[in-house]
């Protein structure tokens, strides 16, 4: 067998156990801060399923942008999205 087909096998199998992904909540990148309460001013969309969230932090005043997948639902829990 080789590499291809291996792969193609491994891909079509399912997993034993279910797989978890964690995301931790967007904080703010300085070191002296990490503040977890970025205020969002500004959300675009992108094109490609994913919005630019244009935040500030409300300890630091820093400005973060942040980048998230939107479902294709366009749904969601969250205002702008």
């Known amino acids: 067998m080789n590499l291809t087909e291996e ?3 491994q891909s079509d199998e399912q997993p034993d156990e279910p797989l978890y992904v964690f995301i931790e909540k967007a904080r ?3 070191k002296t801060c990490k503040n977890g309460r970025l205020v969002i001013y500004r959300s ?3 094109g490609d399923g994913s919005r630019t969230r244009l935040t500030r932090c409300s300890e630091c005043g ?3 942008f942040v980048v998230v997948e939107v479902p294709e ?3 969601g829990n ?3 999205c």
């Open 78 to 80: 969250q205002p702008g």
């Open 62 to 64: 820093g400005r973060v």
């Open 7 to 9: 792969s193609a096998r």
């Open 44 to 46: 675009v969309a992108n």
């Open 73 to 75: 639902s366009g749904g």
């Open 28 to 30: 703010c990148p300085r």
